[in-house]
């Protein structure tokens, strides 16, 4: 069990500019959960998977942000036409969903920054 | 909604020292999970305690331990024997029980504790 792996850990992009995220979750944790945390603040929801089904978004994922994951394994999150506001670190987290054990582990994240 | 609020921002401890961490949380939920997570400085977020809403019991970890006073609706962390390890941010976090339901997690804003040796 090699926990939750995130690539790239860093990335820089120009304004306007398309970036995508990889999440590999822990093996047979179907529940899949990625969150933005800013400077000096906790990290906020933004979307979450069971299995390949994404079953929730946040209000804050606006139509520029995009996430998959397909057959239920690594998932991705795309942000299209980015703007300096999407500097943040992206965290990813996976569950096993079972219901009262289901603790969310959270891999090291992605820190974008948009200049 | 939920919300979580961590009043404190910053935080600090002599080493071997104890030290609370409080948070505050509001809920129209009866039942529910709290946690308490550490983000070390350039590393990931680990879970520290949890606290199920139905146990009256407060959670125990080794150094760490919760003050769950569901009424009041608080959440305190207590380190005890405070090591430099334990310097980090700490957020609290709640969770929904409800089965079925996204268990996403609703974070506070954190505390940054530091531990002086």
């Known amino acids: 069990d090699t926990g939750v792996s995130q690539n790239p850990r860093h990335k820089i992009t120009k304004r306007g500019q398309n970036v995508t995220f990889r999440c590999d979750p822990i093996?047979?944790?179907?529940?899949l959960y990625w969150y933005r945390q800013t400077l000096g603040q906790g990290p906020e929801f933004l979307t979450y998977?069971?299995?390949?089904?994404?079953?929730?978004k946040s209000r804050l994922l606006s139509d520029r942000f995009s996430a998959e994951r397909p057959k239920g394994s690594f998932s991705t999150l795309e942000i299209q036409r980015t703007e300096q506001g999407d500097s943040a670190m992206y965290l990813c987290a996976s569950s096993s969903g079972l219901w009262g054990t289901d603790t969310q582990y959270f891999g090291p994240g992605t820190r974008l920054t948009v200049l | 909604a939920q919300t979580v609020t961590q009043s404190q921002p910053e935080m600090s401890v002599q080493e071997a020292e104890t030290v609370t961490l409080s948070c505050t949380y509001d809920t129209s939920e009866s039942d529910y999970y709290l946690f308490w997570y550490k983000q070390p400085p350039s590393r990931q977020m680990i879970l520290v305690i949890r606290?199920?809403?139905?146990?009256?019991q407060n959670a125990t970890e080794n150094r760490f331990s919760v003050n769950f006073q569901k009424a009041a609706k608080s959440f305190s962390l207590k380190i005890s024997d405070s090591q430099l390890g334990d310097a980090a941010m700490y957020f609290c976090?709640?969770?929904?029980?409800?089965?079925?339901?996204?268990?996403?997690?609703?974070f506070g804003k954190g505390i940054t504790l530091s531990v002086r040796p």
């Open positions: 093996s047979e944790h179907n529940r």
């Open positions: 998977f069971q299995n390949e089904a994404q079953l929730e």
């Open positions: 976090a709640y969770r929904t029980s409800f089965t079925g339901a996204n268990s996403k997690l609703t």
């Open positions: 606290q199920e809403a139905y146990k009256q």
